[in-house]
């Protein structure tokens, strides 16, 4: 893959995870204790191209930046998406297992943020469990739905 194509496709799928963000935000979605992103269904993608990678990571830091997020969530929230999109494209090879590491990521840094970031008063368990539930339907449901269609025209797409 060429440089220039590269970065285009790390720049588009920046783009669209901010938009899809944006509209999980206006449902009341995106941040909090209950948090189901929809832009997190787009943490398949880097079964397909490493540019999904940067794309991710900015597209989630921008999307907390302009979501309201404090700055430890902007931070944490990025490198928990950057971790999940690092290790799912190490794990392309193993579609049952790729989509584990951006739900184990987020699981595990986001009460924290959620917890000590934000003070919010309930317990750590309670957002390991909120935080859990919302990846594995933005990650593993929606995720799984957009990698078999995904899959079913790779041959028509230019990564």
Not at 109 to 125: E, Q, R, S
Request: charged share 10%; glycine share 8%; hydrophobic share 55%.
């Amino acid at each position: 893959m060429n440089k220039a194509r590269y970065l285009t496709n790390a720049a588009i799928i920046a783009a669209v995870y901010i938009v899809l963000t944006l509209i999980t935000n206006a449902l009341g979605l995106a941040n909090g204790a209950i948090q189901v992103r929809i832009s997190e269904a787009m943490c398949v993608l880097p079964m397909f191209t490493p540019a999904a990678i940067p794309g991710l990571f900015i597209g989630c830091m921008l999307s907390n930046i302009f979501t309201g997020c404090v700055i430890w969530d902007v931070i944490f929230g990025s490198l928990a998406t950057l971790i999940g999109a690092v290790f799912t494209y190490n794990l392309r090879k193993y579609k049952r297992l790729a989509l584990l590491p951006p739900i184990i990521a987020n699981t595990a840094i986001i009460p924290f943020v959620l917890k000590f970031a934000y003070g919010f008063p309930d317990g750590l368990w309670y957002f390991i469990v909120t935080v859990g539930i919302g990846e594995i339907i933005s990650c593993g449901i929606l995720g799984t739905l957009l990698y078999g269609y995904l899959k079913k025209y790779r041959k028509y797409i230019k990564w």
